[in-house]
């Protein structure tokens, strides 16, 4: 327990590891603010808040309370005949035959999240862009479920080709409850995207403080001091190594209570049990955006350990720390930004690495194939992160321990 206590002091007394750590706070509350009062708020340029985010939130979630419930195809067309009629008034447009800002902003803007809810299903069950979701006739969402079903199923005819990768997605398509409920979810999913970043520059941060867990005694020279004492080889490595972890726990932990505590305060609990289809149309997965939230801070913890065990593996082999931060750098951002260009079965295991996977891989339908195994994207990166500290942390250890005195 004293070696232990030891390595956690080493770790805390270095300049870089307290800055790092500190960043961490810094990049998690820089995160919730910019997400909280900047991207929520309403900018009627694009760029310019006009209504500041908290107010806009505010603003959402009472716009969302006459459509808050079960949201029935009677519904859905009660909201689409307002957006139609108001692009069908020539009242409502300007010189340029466009809505003006004016009519918008009396009439579909208090709609809130509506809008995105429409434009979406117009676009993954209709079929229409984006820019033209207008033009879907409120009549057809009156059979909107059943559109969405054939939808589903036109969707997996086409990208797979096998039936048994389809009945993957058709089983989780069979257990999707149906009317959808609704809510304003957008803020639920601005934690998600938040929570998302933050990961990424935890996992980077982490790799900057545990850097040195084994190159930093080469590195010194400690090694040849350690090596010669009694417990300076396995039980100290396994010290290093229960060090690391606490430090990585500790820190998504403290991450995890302020993404908590700030989703409480500025957004609250509405809409965490509206379903993802809300979002995207054709997910499968019945899962609500409180669903992704547990998995989004569970793959956050998962990532932070995959991470102890890859920079424990660079530093067992390495004999400084810079160069074990580059190969993490490497490894966490630049693999991954450039993975696409390369060979298919490159990207799937490019995917596998801590920074690469998110939260929306839960909307998609990706498999993984392991022998006779068809394993789901999101299930396969949850799984492989503890894989990644299991195999490389025993095999730094190991070379720590044979590494030769010089």
């Keep these: 327990m004293s070696l232990y206590r030891w390595e956690l002091q080493k770790i805390w007394k270095r300049r870089s590891a307290r800055v790092a750590l500190a960043l961490m706070l810094v990049w998690t509350m820089a995160g919730i603010l910019v997400n909280t009062f900047y991207n929520n708020s309403h900018k009627e340029d694009g760029v310019t808040p006009c209504v500041p985010g908290p107010q806009e939130i505010a603003n959402q979630l009472a716009w969302a309370e006459p459509w808050r419930g079960e949201l029935t195809g009677a519904q859905l067309a009660a909201a689409q005949t307002t957006v139609y009629d108001l692009y069908r008034d020539p009242a409502n447009r300007g010189p340029d035959g466009e809505v003006t800002n004016e009519a918008w902003n009396a009439v579909v803007r208090p709609m809130g999240s509506m809008t995105n809810t429409l434009m979406n299903i117009a676009a993954g069950v209709y079929g229409l862009p984006y820019a033209a979701w207008e033009e879907l006739e409120p009549d057809r969402l009156l059979t909107y479920y059943e559109d969405r079903a054939d939808a589903v199923d036109r969707w997996l005819q086409s990208q797979f080709a096998d039936p048994a990768d389809r009945a993957v997605f058709e089983a989780q398509e069979t257990k999707v409850q149906t009317p959808f409920v609704y809510d304003w979810y957008s803020g639920q999913v601005t934690i998600l995207q938040t929570i998302q970043d933050t990961m990424l520059g935890i996992c980077l941060l982490l790799g900057i403080v545990l850097a040195p867990l084994f190159c930093g005694e080469v590195q010194s020279g400690v090694l040849a001091v350690s090596h010669c004492t009694r417990q300076g080889r396995g039980r100290l490595a396994a010290a290093k190594v229960g060090a690391a972890l606490t430090v990585a726990v500790g820190a998504w932990a403290v991450v995890s209570v302020l993404l908590v505590v700030s989703q409480l305060v500025f957004f609250g609990t509405r809409g965490l049990d509206c379903p993802i289809q809300l979002l995207k149309p054709l997910a499968t997965a019945p899962l609500t955006f409180g669903d992704c939230e547990v998995y989004a801070l569970v793959f956050g913890l998962a990532c932070c350990l995959g991470t102890v065990g890859i920079t424990a593996g660079l530093s067992g082999v390495a004999s400084a720390s810079f160069p074990v931060m580059a190969g993490v750098f490497g490894l966490l951002v630049l693999l991954p930004m450039f993975g696409g260009m390369l060979p298919w079965a490159v990207q799937q295991a490019v995917a596998l690495l801590p920074s690469a996977g998110d939260y929306y891989d839960l ?44």
């Design 363 to 406: 909307f998609r339908q990706n498999l993984y194939h392991i022998g006779p195994l068809r394993v789901w994207s999101p299930v396969m990166q949850l799984a492989v992160q503890p894989l990644y500290l299991a195999v490389l942390a025993p095999l730094a250890w190991r070379v720590y321990v044979r590494r030769e005195v010089r």
